[in-house]
């Protein structure tokens, strides 16, 4: 266990160097979402944080660095066994807002379950437009196979999973697992940025679609509207890259259409193509139901039972 702690240090002390500052969006925090649901839910509380004895947790692990921005994950990480299925976990916000930490609770949670979890920070629409927060997560998903054994991590059990905009990351990242226009040329890892798993917590799979309704803010991070960018907003759905190479899905989805636009054309072609995929939706629940209890509860649940189907199965 020394070395993790030694590599670790290295990694979040080269944090503190070479940063630029660059516009934060605070409009979606956990609080501020509470406070819009609590008269609507008035039974909902914010899930409280649960430390685990067998959880390793690191904080600001930096991936990525160059002269003017480093990039961090913070890593819960199973210490009773050497390897684990990983899960990388993205959160949402906009593709504007957000911060790792939203997934701090959902992380201690699945890694408890005998997984490591890592929450990725990513550049949002503010500072880098689509697809470079695309690549930062990709780039992630090769720093953390590149150190498989500092993270016991079975660099070949890799569930990627997002909430809202974040699901939909997930799925695109997963759906363009052999597509190299996805991936960052300058990475030099010899890693690949493959997934084994999707896990789309009410994420869309379709910006342009009869159940969507993206505008402005999606548009932000797509480098312009449908009619000024029809192809961006084509290339970034999930489902136009969903074929045989798609790995098993999980649609974790609240009671609102909308945010799983595209989710049941996905499906189709994910039958054809006999890739496995479950529906699970949080019934009566709002947008952000992963914050709050009762509803993180049957997240948890829904989301181990899959990744336990997929990467635990004798």
């Not at 869309?204 to 993206?214: D, G, R, V, Y």
């Not at 999930?238 to 799983?260: V, W």
Request: hydrophobic residues 40%; contains cysteine; positive net charge.
């Amino acid at each position: 266990m020394k070395n993790i702690f030694l590599t670790v240090l290295f990694f979040v002390s080269n944090s503190f160097f070479g940063q630029i500052n660059f516009p934060i969006d605070t409009s979606y925090t956990i609080k501020s979402t509470y406070a819009k649901l609590i008269k609507k839910y008035p039974f909902i509380k914010i899930a409280e944080e649960v430390k685990n004895k067998n959880v390793i947790e690191i904080n600001d692990v930096v991936y990525s660095q160059d002269k003017n921005r480093a990039l961090h994950f913070d890593a819960y990480l199973n210490k009773i066994k050497r390897k684990n299925p990983a899960v990388v976990m993205i959160h949402g916000g906009g593709w504007k807002s957000g911060n790792k930490s939203q997934m701090r609770t959902m992380a201690q949670r699945i890694a408890s379950e005998g997984y490591s979890c890592f929450a990725i920070e990513y550049r949002l629409s503010l500072e880098a437009k689509y697809p470079e927060g695309i690549f930062d997560v990709k780039n992630a998903i090769r720093f953390i196979k590149d150190n498989a054994r500092k993270f016991h991590v079975d660099p070949d059990k890799i569930a990627v999973l997002g909430c809202s905009s974040g699901g939909q990351m997930a799925a695109l990242i997963g759906t363009t697992n052999k597509n190299p226009a996805f991936d960052d040329v300058l990475n030099k890892s010899k890693s690949s940025s493959e997934v084994n798993a999707i896990i789309n917590i009410d994420g869309i799979l379709a910006f342009k679609h009869p159940e969507s309704s993206e505008g402005e803010v999606a548009a932000l991070w797509l480098k312009g509207t449908f009619d000024e960018k029809p192809e961006n907003w084509k290339n970034a759905s999930g489902l136009t890259h969903t074929d045989k190479n798609t790995p098993p899905t999980l649609f974790l989805n609240s009671s609102i259409p909308r945010f799983h636009a595209g989710r049941d054309d996905m499906i189709k072609i994910l039958n054809i193509n006999n890739v496995y995929n479950e529906v699970q939706t949080i019934k009566d629940s709002p947008h952000s139901f992963w914050f709050f209890a009762p509803w993180l509860d049957e997240t948890i649940l829904y989301t181990t039972q899959f990744l336990d189907k997929i990467f635990k199965k004798k």
